[in-house]
């Protein structure tokens, strides 16, 4: 390769970059649309072909009429969900913030209850100590719940443009995706064997991680949100819906809120919604969380449920919700480059122990 090619191919690979990032940059705030617009036209793109088969071929009148079925099926009733939820919600912070003023204002109502507890004379001379760290924690939780409200136009706006933005592109992605997924791997100087096997883990992996998501959160979201309509807690839909969201962290996900519930029925005496609690939440949910999980997300991702657990940890906390999709797929894209790596690069790589591979 002459110095001319060498620097020629050097400008112009440092051209892709710069104008790449700089038009990533450019589009950041519509690429989570775009994103959620690639993954919902995948799991449609069965139907659109069916339906364009039907329509003679007109992939445009297909791709409409998915999309409208989408807007029909899953956004209007979710959005009707949402809206009772938003209700309870704000019913909720209305009647707890008058209990949470008066217990920041004496915290000697909270003594009271912990006279009501078993053992509360063994816990008698740290009384002073958890009263003043128990008023810190309501007045935290209570700052975070009335901001959480307050900001909750400024989402709705947001999700509403990024939703708009979401059906725009599915259009497009669903009449010419194929053509656009092949200019993407053609671009990509690895083996065709290669593409296909990160293609297909990416796939697999967000089917599993959707369908898992989806089927967990609803069925403990249904079950926890029945106990709590049953204990007599208020905004059992609202409660309902935030333990089917917090259920995508494994293991102890809904104990998260049903936690805390648990002790404040127990400061208040109420033995009866604390068994049904227990019960429902604890031990019926949260057995089917760890029963379902590995079979619906594990097994199909092919991915230890350590790597489950910390892709979901680390996505939420780097991407917000979609972080629950988009960090198992980050995992499982790195387990499988570095199985790629070990492939490519085997007669370099030394061998460790007797040589058998891992499995």
């Not at 620097?7 to 994103?35: E, G």
């Not at 898992?212 to 403990?220: K, L, P």
Request: hydrophobic residues 55%; glycine residues 10%; charged residues 15%.
């Amino acid at each position: 390769m002459t110095t001319q090619e060498t620097v020629r191919k050097t400008v112009l690979l440092s051209l892709v970059f710069l104008i790449s990032a700089l038009f990533l940059t450019m589009i950041h705030q519509f690429l989570m649309p775009m994103f959620v617009a690639g993954l919902f036209s995948a799991m449609a793109k069965p139907a659109h072909a069916w339906l364009t088969k039907r329509l003679g071929g007109r992939e445009n009148l297909a791709s409409v009429g998915v999309i409208v079925a989408i807007v029909l099926l899953i956004l209007a009733p979710f959005s009707m969900f949402v809206g009772v939820v938003v209700t309870q919600a704000i019913t909720v912070g209305q009647s707890v913030t008058p209990w949470v003023e008066s217990f920041i204002s004496e915290p000697s109502t909270f003594a009271h209850y912990l006279e009501r507890i078993p053992f509360y004379t063994e816990i008698l001379p740290y009384r002073d100590v958890i009263v003043e760290k128990a008023g810190e924690l309501v007045g935290t939780l209570s700052t975070f719940l009335i901001n959480s409200l307050s900001s909750a136009t400024k989402m709705t706006v947001d999700a509403l443009f990024g939703t708009i933005i979401m059906l725009y592109v599915m259009f497009y992605f669903l009449t010419m995706g194929n053509r656009l997924l092949d200019r993407i791997l053609y671009l990509l100087p690895l083996r065709n064997e290669d593409e296909q096997r990160l293609l297909q883990r990416f796939t697999s992996v967000t089917r599993a991680t959707i369908k898992g998501s989806i089927v967990i959160g609803i069925i403990q979201g249904l079950i926890c949100g029945f106990a709590f309509a049953f204990a007599g807690i208020e905004g059992p839909v609202f409660w309902g819906s935030i333990m089917a969201v917090a259920s995508i962290i494994p293991a102890f996900g809904t104990a998260l809120v049903w936690g805390p519930a648990v002790i404040i029925l127990l400061f208040m005496g109420d033995i009866v919604g604390v068994s049904i609690i227990v019960v429902l939440c604890g031990a019926v949910a949260g057995n089917l969380d760890n029963l379902l999980r590995p079979r619906l997300v594990g097994k199909d991702t092919e991915m230890h449920d350590l790597f489950v657990l910390f892709g979901t940890l680390g996505g939420i906390a780097m991407f917000g919700l979609l972080g629950i999709v988009i960090g198992p797929i980050i995992a499982a894209l790195f387990i499988t480059i570095w199985e790629i790596y070990g492939t490519v690069f085997s007669k370099y790589l030394p061998k460790v122990g007797d040589g058998k591979e891992l499995e």
